[in-house]
């Protein structure tokens, strides 16, 4: 793998502490073979961790690098952790190969039908839904819109604070074929800007396709306002929400297309200065990543600490343990 691809990854701070590995000449040598612009933003997302995080987190560069060495390693063998002690003991690296290594053809497979099925139904349900009357009524379109992108904000809020705060790889069903991209996620977050557009988009895709074959498919006339307006924010919901990996995944990639570049400064998705907040320790707010609208307001009014309070308080159970020990955070307990 070659550091010039047209996509770059941008690794945020992540774990327990400073990382003082890897010598000076090797990180010298490897910013060299990033362009001026590159270098530019990097310092400034480290200058602006370090400075509001107190320097809590491996480097840039330092996370760049194990990215890289898991590329050119794919094959190799990896271990199985039986503890959380023998997993929070781990190097990065180890648990990166081994999350990396747990994508399973199963899971391709099933991608892959989403996908394309997603496709299939999103287009039939736009071609339905462009009639004339709908067209001279574009204020459905827009306000359905503007309502489906906040609700499509708020909803990968609360899959992706799920995912990261409750279960592990061995919970039944979504541990390793959904909570395992999390984990991978948080322990080298540049490696998701290897993922192809099934693996980036599967999930998400997945979630969307039964909403979806019923506006495809459904006994849904556009013949009324209320219609209109349902399906166009259904199908603007679905699109939002089978977009929001790819635009999570543009949060964390340099030499994004100019338009994607445009959308993220001006807010309409999620921008990278945005995402940068929920990439410190210990990763508990600013979930939300499909625009991040939600964001600042849900952190003014500590609702995901709340919610994780009433979980703890019916269940039992503490928030981010398993997440806490593939990131080499010490529990809270």
């Given at each position: 793998?070659?550091?010039?691809?047209?996509?770059?990854?941008?690794?945020?701070i992540?774990?327990?502490g400073?990382?003082?590995?890897g010598?000076?000449?090797?990180?010298?040598?490897?910013?060299?073979?990033?362009?001026?612009?590159?270098?530019?933003?990097?310092t400034?997302?480290?200058?602006?961790d370090?400075?509001?995080?107190?320097n809590?987190?491996?480097n840039?560069i330092?996370?760049?690098?194990?990215?890289?060495?898991?590329?050119?390693q794919?094959?190799?063998?990896?271990?199985?952790?039986?503890?959380?002690?023998?997993?929070?003991?781990?190097?990065?690296?180890?648990?990166?190969?081994?999350?990396?290594?747990?994508?399973?053809?199963?899971?391709?497979?099933t991608?892959?039908?989403?996908?394309?099925?997603?496709?299939?139904?999103?287009?039939?349900?736009?071609?339905?839904?462009?009639?004339?009357h709908f067209?001279?009524?574009?204020?459905?379109?827009l306000?359905?819109?503007?309502?489906?992108?906040?609700?499509?904000?708020?909803?990968?809020?609360i899959?992706?604070?799920?995912?990261?705060?409750?279960?592990?790889?061995?919970t039944?069903?979504?541990?390793?074929?959904?909570?395992?991209?999390?984990?991978?996620?948080h322990?080298?977050?540049?490696?998701?800007?290897?993922?192809?557009?099934?693996?980036?988009?599967?999930?998400?895709?997945?979630?969307?396709?039964?909403?979806?074959?019923?506006?495809?498919l459904?006994?849904?006339?556009?013949d009324?306002?209320?219609?209109?307006?349902?399906?166009?924010?259904?199908v603007?919901l679905?699109?939002?929400?089978?977009?929001?990996?790819?635009?999570?995944k543009?949060?964390?990639?340099?030499?994004?297309?100019?338009?994607?570049?445009?959308?993220?400064?001006?807010?309409?998705?999620?921008?990278?200065?945005?995402?940068?907040?929920?990439?410190?320790?210990?990763?508990?707010?600013?979930?939300?990543?499909?625009?991040?609208?939600?964001?600042?307001?849900?952190?003014?009014?500590?609702?995901?600490?709340?919610?994780?309070?009433?979980?703890?308080?019916?269940?039992?159970?503490l928030?981010r343990?398993?997440?806490?020990?593939?990131?080499?955070?010490?529990s809270?307990?």
């Amino acid at each position: 793998m070659t550091l010039m691809n047209s996509n770059k990854p941008i690794n945020y701070i992540i774990g327990s502490g400073a990382s003082e590995e890897g010598s000076v000449s090797d990180d010298i040598k490897l910013k060299q073979q990033y362009s001026k612009a590159e270098q530019a933003e990097a310092t400034q997302f480290e200058h602006d961790d370090n400075k509001n995080n107190n320097n809590n987190g491996d480097n840039i560069i330092n996370n760049r690098r194990i990215d890289d060495k898991i590329q050119s390693q794919q094959d190799q063998s990896s271990f199985k952790p039986t503890s959380e002690k023998e997993l929070y003991n781990t190097s990065k690296e180890d648990k990166a190969r081994d999350l990396k290594n747990r994508y399973t053809s199963t899971k391709r497979t099933t991608e892959i039908v989403s996908v394309t099925l997603f496709s299939i139904f999103l287009v039939i349900s736009i071609y339905r839904m462009l009639t004339w009357h709908f067209v001279k009524n574009i204020w459905i379109f827009l306000s359905s819109t503007v309502l489906a992108m906040f609700l499509a904000d708020f909803f990968s809020g609360i899959v992706h604070w799920a995912a990261d705060t409750w279960g592990s790889l061995d919970t039944p069903l979504v541990g390793n074929s959904f909570i395992r991209s999390f984990r991978e996620h948080h322990v080298v977050p540049t490696q998701m800007t290897h993922h192809d557009v099934i693996e980036t988009n599967g999930d998400n895709c997945m979630l969307t396709v039964p909403i979806l074959a019923i506006t495809a498919l459904g006994d849904i006339t556009m013949d009324s306002t209320y219609n209109m307006f349902l399906m166009s924010f259904l199908v603007n919901l679905c699109f939002w929400v089978s977009l929001t990996n790819q635009i999570h995944k543009w949060s964390h990639t340099y030499n994004v297309h100019p338009f994607v570049g445009f959308l993220q400064k001006s807010g309409i998705i999620l921008s990278k200065r945005d995402h940068a907040i929920h990439h410190r320790n210990p990763f508990d707010k600013y979930y939300c990543i499909t625009n991040g609208w939600l964001n600042p307001w849900l952190a003014s009014i500590n609702f995901w600490k709340r919610l994780e309070n009433v979980v703890t308080l019916l269940t039992g159970v503490l928030p981010r343990t398993d997440d806490g020990a593939w990131c080499g955070i010490p529990s809270s307990s």
